[in-house]
C-alpha cells in the first residue's frame, strides 16, 4: 500500500448499524453530526436487531447494501474516510459459512455459534465460526462479503477503505484443520493425537502443538486476510491480539496494526507499535475507551454508560499515545435517528446525546494535534526486548485475579510487560523471526528498518533456533543482556543445546548483568519515569510523555479517577547524540507533556487542555 491510510490523524468512530430500517436521511444526519464535531471517518460494523425487532434486509443482499453506498458517497462528498467490519459480530462467521469451512476442532466440528450478528436475533443460535486456519476457507468468506459490499467508498472516490478484523476470540481448545496431524508429524516427528484428549497434562507436547498452531495462525489467516483486503481494493485493519500466536508477527503482516483499551492494559499498545516500527508501518491504531468503567453482558448498559466523563477519556488517551498510538477509533457511536436513543451496550456512548457531547471537537482536535505530530518520522529505538513467546506458550492460564473478560490465557500477553528498569531506554519488542532475519553491523542491530544498540533477553525457555541466532548475532559484536540461562521447551530435546548456550554465554558481549551491555546513556534518565513515546524527524525529537497518573490506569477504570490526577513534578536528563538537558517535567493537573529537541535545544509545544473548561 504506497497512498496515505488516511488522510489526516483525527480520530474515527465504529458506527454500530443494528439490523433493522437504515434510513438515508438519517445516515446523512449523523455524518454530518461527525464532520461537525471533528471526525475524520467511520467504520461500520453491523450487529443484532435492537429489543429483538424485525431483521433489516438479508445479510449481504443488495437491499443490504444500498444504505452501505448511501453513507460511503455522502462519507466521500464530506471528505470522510468509510471503513468497514468484514462480517458481522465477530469473530468472522454467521450462515453463509458452509460445514465444510466451519471451525474445527480435535473433537470435531467447533460448537462455538456466531453470537448478536445482523442475521440473528437476539437469543437464537447463530451460524458458525469460520475456521480460522484455513486460508481458502477464509477467501471465500471475505469474496462472499466483497462482492456484496463492491467497496462503494473506492467507488465514490472516497479514501481507500480500511476492512476490519476484530480480536481473535476464536475458543482455543482443541483448535484442528484437516492436514494439521500429518503436518505437526513432518515437523516434531511424532503423533500429537494421541495427546490432544488431555493436552494440557502434558506441557511440552503442548507447547509443539501451540507452535504449529502458531504458524497457521499467521499462514493461514493474517497473511492471506491482507492479501484478501488488497484483492477487493482495501487495506487489513486488524487486532490480532488473543490470537494464539506471535503477536508481533501477527501484526507484521497486516497494513494497520490496532489495539484497544481499557479491556486491555494502555501499554498493551506497545505490541502493536514495537510490530510497525520493525516493519515501517506508520499507523497504529485503537479501539478506545472501550467498557471504560467495566463490562456488563447484552443488553446492559455498561457501568456509567452515557454518564462517561471526559476527563477520564483524556487519561487512557494520553495513556495510549505514550505507547506509540497515532489514530484513534471511538467505540463507538450507535446508529440513530435525530433525537434517537439507541446504544450499544459496551461501549462508551458517542453521539449528539454523549454526556460530553460540547467537549467532542476539542478534544478530537487535540487528540489529532498530538498524533500528527509523533508520526512524523521513525520510532527512536536504542535496546530490543525478546518477546517471551516460549515462557508464555509452556504456562496455561492467568491466575483467576488476573483474568478479565479480554483474556484468559498466559499467551494472550495481557500481563506481559516491557521490564520498567529499562523505560527510560525506551524499549521495543522483537521476537525471533525478526531477529532470525536481522544483522548487526555498524554498531546496529537492523532489523528490517528499525535499528537497536543492544537486545536485552529474559526468559526461562528459549528454543534451540532463538539460541542459534543469538549466537549468530553474539558472534557479530551484538551486545546482548541474557538475564538467566534458559532452557530449551517441547518434547525433543536436542544434544547440541547445552553447548551452543555455552558458548554463547561464553562470549564477552554476553552478559546477564544488563548494564554492562548499555551502549548509551537512555534518552530519558530519571527516577519513576512515566509512560512516553518518541519519534524521530531528521535532527529533532518529539517526546510525548503522559501525566504519570495514567500508570494506575487498569480495567476496569475507577469513576473519575482522572480527577485523581493532580500537579506533579518528574526531574529528567535528556540524553540525545551528543546533548544532554537536565530539566523538570511539571505535569499540571490531568495534562501531559509535548517536547520538541532540536540542536537548538528543548521546546515545550502547548497542548493544554482542560475538558471541563468546555461549556
Same mark, same amino acid.
Given at each position: 500500500?504506497?497512498?496515505?491510510?488516511?488522510?489526516?490523524?483525527?480520530?474515527?468512530?465504529?458506527?454500530?448499524?443494528?439490523?433493522?430500517?437504515?434510513? !438515508?436521511?438519517?445516515?446523512?444526519?449523523?455524518l454530518?453530526?461527525?464532520k461537525?464535531?471533528?471526525?475524520?471517518?467511520?467504520?461500520?460494523?453491523?450487529l443484532?436487531?435492537?429489543?429483538?425487532?424485525?431483521?433489516?434486509?438479508?445479510?449481504?443482499?443488495?437491499?443490504?447494501a444500498?444504505?452501505?453506498l448511501?453513507?460511503?458517497?455522502?462519507?466521500?462528498?464530506?471528505?470522510l474516510?468509510?471503513d468497514f467490519?468484514?462480517?458481522?459480530?465477530?469473530p468472522?462467521?454467521?450462515?453463509?459459512?458452509?460445514?465444510?469451512?466451519?471451525?474445527?476442532?480435535?473433537?470435531?466440528?467447533?460448537?462455538?455459534?456466531?453470537?448478536?450478528?445482523?442475521?440473528?436475533?437476539?437469543g437464537?443460535?447463530?451460524?458458525?465460526?469460520?475456521?480460522?486456519?484455513?486460508?481458502?476457507?477464509?477467501?471465500?468468506?471475505g469474496?462472499k462479503?466483497?462482492?456484496?459490499?463492491?467497496?462503494?467508498?473506492?467507488?465514490?472516490?472516497?479514501?481507500?477503505?480500511?476492512?476490519?478484523?476484530?480480536s481473535?476470540?476464536?475458543?482455543?481448545?482443541?483448535?484442528?484443520?484437516?492436514?494439521?496431524e500429518?503436518?505437526?508429524?513432518?515437523?516434531?516427528?511424532?503423533?500429537?493425537?494421541?495427546f490432544? !484428549?488431555?493436552?494440557?497434562?502434558?506441557?511440552?507436547?503442548?507447547?509443539?502443538?501451540?507452535?504449529?498452531?502458531?504458524?497457521?495462525?499467521?499462514?493461514?489467516?493474517?497473511?492471506?486476510?491482507?492479501?484478501?483486503?488488497?484483492?477487493?481494493?482495501?487495506?487489513?485493519?486488524?487486532?490480532?491480539?488473543?490470537s494464539?500466536?506471535?503477536?508481533?508477527?501477527?501484526?507484521?503482516?497486516?497494513?494497520?496494526?490496532?489495539?484497544e483499551?481499557?479491556?486491555?492494559?494502555?501499554?498493551?499498545?506497545?505490541?502493536?507499535?514495537?510490530a510497525?516500527?520493525?516493519t515501517g508501518k506508520?499507523?497504529?491504531?485503537?479501539e478506545?475507551?472501550?467498557?471504560?468503567?467495566?463490562?456488563?453482558?447484552?443488553?446492559g448498559?455498561?457501568?456509567?454508560?452515557?454518564?462517561?466523563?471526559?476527563?477520564d477519556?483524556?487519561?487512557?488517551?494520553?495513556?495510549?499515545?505514550a505507547?506509540?498510538?497515532?489514530?484513534?477509533?471511538?467505540?463507538?457511536?450507535?446508529?440513530?435517528? !435525530?433525537?434517537?436513543?439507541?446504544?450499544?451496550?459496551?461501549?462508551?456512548?458517542?453521539?449528539?446525546?454523549?454526556?460530553?457531547?460540547?467537549q467532542?471537537?476539542?478534544?478530537?482536535?487535540?487528540?489529532?494535534?498530538?498524533?500528527?505530530?509523533?508520526?512524523?518520522?521513525?520510532?527512536?529505538?536504542?535496546?530490543?526486548?525478546?518477546?517471551p513467546?516460549?515462557?508464555?506458550?509452556?504456562?496455561?492460564e492467568?491466575?483467576?485475579?488476573? @483474568?478479565?473478560?479480554?483474556?484468559?490465557?498466559?499467551?494472550?500477553? @495481557?500481563?506481559?510487560?516491557?521490564?520498567?528498569?529499562?523505560?527510560?531506554?525506551h524499549?521495543?519488542?522483537?521476537?525471533?523471526?525478526?531477529l532470525?532475519?536481522?544483522?548487526?553491523?555498524?554498531?546496529?542491530?537492523?532489523?528490517?528498518?528499525?535499528?537497536?544498540?543492544?537486545?536485552?533477553?529474559?526468559?526461562?525457555?528459549?528454543?534451540?533456533?532463538?539460541?542459534t541466532?543469538?549466537?549468530?548475532?553474539a558472534?557479530?559484536?551484538?551486545?546482548?543482556?541474557?538475564?538467566?540461562?534458559? @532452557?530449551?521447551?517441547?518434547?525433543s530435546?536436542?544434544a547440541?543445546?547445552?553447548?551452543?548456550?555455552?558458548?554463547?554465554?561464553?562470549?564477552?558481549?554476553?552478559?546477564?548483568?544488563?548494564?554492562?551491555?548499555?551502549?548509551?546513556?537512555?534518552?530519558?534518565?530519571?527516577?519513576n519515569?512515566t509512560?512516553?513515546?518518541?519519534?524521530?524527524?531528521?535532527?529533532e525529537?518529539?517526546?510525548?510523555?503522559?501525566?504519570?497518573?495514567?500508570?494506575?490506569?487498569?480495567?476496569?477504570?475507577?469513576?473519575?479517577?482522572?480527577?485523581?490526577?493532580?500537579?506533579?513534578?518528574?526531574?529528567?536528563?535528556?540524553?540525545?547524540?551528543?546533548?544532554?538537558?537536565g530539566?523538570?517535567?511539571?505535569f499540571?493537573?490531568? @495534562?501531559?507533556?509535548?517536547l520538541?529537541?532540536?540542536?537548538?535545544?528543548?521546546?515545550?509545544?502547548?497542548?493544554?487542555?482542560?475538558?471541563?473548561s468546555?461549556?
Open positions: 500500500m504506497n497512498a496515505p491510510l488516511f488522510s489526516s490523524a483525527k480520530p474515527y468512530t465504529r458506527w454500530w448499524w443494528f439490523s433493522g430500517p437504515l434510513n !438515508p436521511a438519517d445516515i446523512r444526519a449523523q454530518d453530526w461527525l461537525a464535531n471533528h471526525f475524520g471517518g467511520v467504520e461500520i460494523a453491523w443484532y436487531p435492537l429489543n429483538n425487532g424485525p431483521l433489516g434486509a438479508p445479510w449481504l443482499s443488495p437491499e443490504w444500498e444504505p452501505v448511501v453513507a460511503a458517497q455522502y462519507a466521500a462528498e464530506l471528505g474516510g468509510c467490519t468484514m462480517g458481522s459480530a465477530w468472522f462467521g454467521g450462515f453463509i459459512v458452509s460445514p465444510e469451512d466451519a471451525s474445527q476442532t480435535f473433537a470435531g466440528s467447533s460448537l462455538q455459534r456466531l453470537e448478536k450478528s445482523w442475521e440473528t436475533p437476539m437464537d443460535k447463530g451460524g458458525p465460526i469460520l475456521n480460522h486456519l484455513d486460508r481458502n476457507a477464509l477467501f471465500r468468506y469474496r462479503f466483497g462482492a456484496a459490499l463492491q467497496l462503494p467508498a473506492r467507488a465514490a472516490g472516497g479514501n481507500t477503505p480500511g476492512l476490519f478484523c476484530d481473535w476470540e476464536v475458543t482455543p481448545e482443541g483448535l484442528w484443520t484437516a492436514g494439521f500429518a503436518a505437526f508429524q513432518l515437523r516434531f516427528g511424532y503423533n500429537i493425537s494421541a490432544m !484428549p488431555e493436552l494440557n497434562a502434558h506441557p511440552d507436547e503442548r507447547y509443539d502443538y501451540r507452535r504449529l498452531l502458531a504458524a497457521y495462525a499467521l499462514d493461514e489467516f493474517y497473511a492471506p486476510y491482507t492479501a484478501l483486503c488488497h484483492e477487493l481494493g482495501g487495506f487489513s485493519r486488524v487486532q490480532c491480539h488473543g494464539p500466536t506471535d503477536l508481533l508477527a501477527a501484526y507484521a503482516l497486516v497494513d494497520v496494526p490496532e489495539t483499551a481499557i479491556l486491555f492494559d494502555l501499554d498493551f499498545a506497545s505490541f502493536a507499535a514495537s510497525a516500527a520493525l506508520p499507523i497504529v491504531s485503537v478506545a475507551f472501550t467498557c471504560m468503567y467495566g463490562w456488563n453482558p447484552y443488553p448498559p455498561g457501568p456509567y454508560q452515557k454518564q462517561e466523563l471526559l476527563v477519556l483524556k487519561l487512557v488517551a494520553d495513556g495510549l499515545m505507547n506509540g498510538v497515532n489514530q484513534f477509533f471511538w467505540h463507538g457511536m450507535p446508529y440513530n435517528p !435525530p433525537g434517537g436513543s439507541q446504544r450499544f451496550y459496551a461501549t462508551t456512548h458517542v453521539g449528539p446525546d454523549s454526556s460530553f457531547a460540547s467532542i471537537p476539542a478534544f478530537n482536535a487535540y487528540i489529532e494535534a498530538i498524533c500528527t505530530t509523533m508520526r512524523q518520522g521513525q520510532p527512536y529505538t536504542d535496546v530490543a526486548v525478546y518477546l513467546l516460549e515462557d508464555v506458550w509452556m504456562d496455561d492467568l491466575p483467576l485475579d488476573l @483474568q478479565k473478560p479480554s483474556s484468559q490465557y498466559v499467551y494472550e500477553l @495481557q500481563e506481559t510487560k516491557l521490564p520498567r528498569l529499562l523505560k527510560g531506554h524499549p521495543l519488542w522483537v521476537s525471533a523471526p525478526f532470525a532475519g536481522a544483522q548487526y553491523s555498524d554498531g546496529r542491530l537492523h532489523c528490517g528498518p528499525a535499528q537497536f544498540n543492544w537486545l536485552y533477553v529474559d526468559t526461562v525457555w528459549l528454543d534451540l533456533e532463538t539460541v541466532t543469538l549466537l549468530r548475532l558472534h557479530q559484536g551484538l551486545p546482548i543482556c541474557l538475564a538467566r540461562t534458559p @532452557q530449551e521447551p517441547g518434547r530435546k536436542h547440541s543445546y547445552p553447548q551452543v548456550v555455552s558458548e554463547l554465554l561464553m562470549l564477552p558481549n554476553v552478559s546477564s548483568d544488563w548494564g554492562q551491555c548499555v551502549v548509551q546513556a537512555p534518552i530519558v534518565a530519571g527516577e519515569l509512560d512516553f513515546w518518541c519519534s524521530v524527524h531528521g535532527d525529537h518529539s517526546l510525548f510523555f503522559a501525566h504519570p497518573a495514567t500508570q494506575t490506569v487498569r480495567y476496569p477504570m475507577r469513576y473519575g479517577q482522572a480527577l485523581e490526577a493532580s500537579a506533579c513534578e518528574r526531574p529528567i536528563r535528556l540524553n540525545i547524540g551528543t546533548q544532554s538537558f530539566l523538570t517535567l511539571e499540571a493537573p490531568q @495534562q501531559s507533556l509535548l520538541q529537541v532540536s540542536p537548538a535545544g528543548v521546546k515545550q509545544i502547548s497542548i493544554d487542555f482542560d475538558p471541563n468546555i461549556s
